[in-house]
């Protein structure tokens, strides 16, 4: 796999699941965030939809920008205080339902695809 398709790939997680809060932020609430801490007021529905908007925005600049091993690894690591946050809100203070867990589904493919696209991008700038 190139570092190409693996930043697509990357961009491809922050679309999907930042268009499902831009587009659907009441299906996130519902399906997402456990009964006791789900909460349908205009603002929190604003709320989950600016960070989906956030997240294809990214995930937009994650397909028009050429990142350098440099910016794969960077990702990676800036990746790891999310997999606590994940851990907290879903067993320390259960806010995120299993379905909420598809943050850290995509969090582990993204972090996947992030040290596999060093290799790729380490790789090419060496053959350069």
Same mark, same amino acid.
């Given at each position: =796999?190139?570092?190409?398709?693996?930043?697509?790939?990357?961009?491809?997680?922050?679309?999907?699941?930042?268009?499902?809060?831009?587009?659907?932020?009441?299906?996130?609430?519902?399906?997402?965030?456990? +009964?006791?801490?789900?909460?349908?007021?205009?603002?929190?529905?604003?709320?989950?939809?600016?960070?989906?908007?956030?997240?294809?925005?990214?995930?937009? =600049? &994650?397909?028009?920008?050429?990142?350098?091993?440099? /910016?794969?690894?960077?990702?990676a690591v800036l990746l790891l205080p999310f997999f606590?946050?994940?851990?907290?809100?879903?067993? +320390?203070?259960?806010?995120?339902?299993?379905?909420? =867990?598809?943050?850290? &589904? /995509?969090?582990?493919? =993204?972090?996947?695809?992030?040290?596999?696209?060093?290799?790729?991008?380490?790789?090419? +700038?060496?053959?350069?």
């Amino acid at each position: =796999m190139s570092a190409r398709t693996a930043q697509f790939l990357i961009a491809a997680v922050f679309l999907l699941l930042g268009g499902w809060a831009l587009f659907a932020p009441s299906s996130v609430i519902s399906l997402g965030v456990t +009964e006791a801490y789900q909460d349908s007021t205009f603002l929190t529905r604003f709320a989950v939809a600016c960070f989906g908007a956030q997240a294809v925005l990214f995930g937009l =600049m &994650a397909l028009v920008v050429r990142w350098s091993a440099r /910016g794969f690894l960077a990702f990676a690591v800036l990746l790891l205080p999310f997999f606590v946050f994940n851990w907290y809100f879903h067993y +320390e203070v259960p806010v995120l339902t299993s379905i909420g =867990m598809l943050d850290f &589904a /995509g969090n582990v493919v =993204m972090f996947v695809l992030a040290l596999w696209g060093w290799r790729a991008a380490r790789a090419d +700038e060496r053959q350069s």
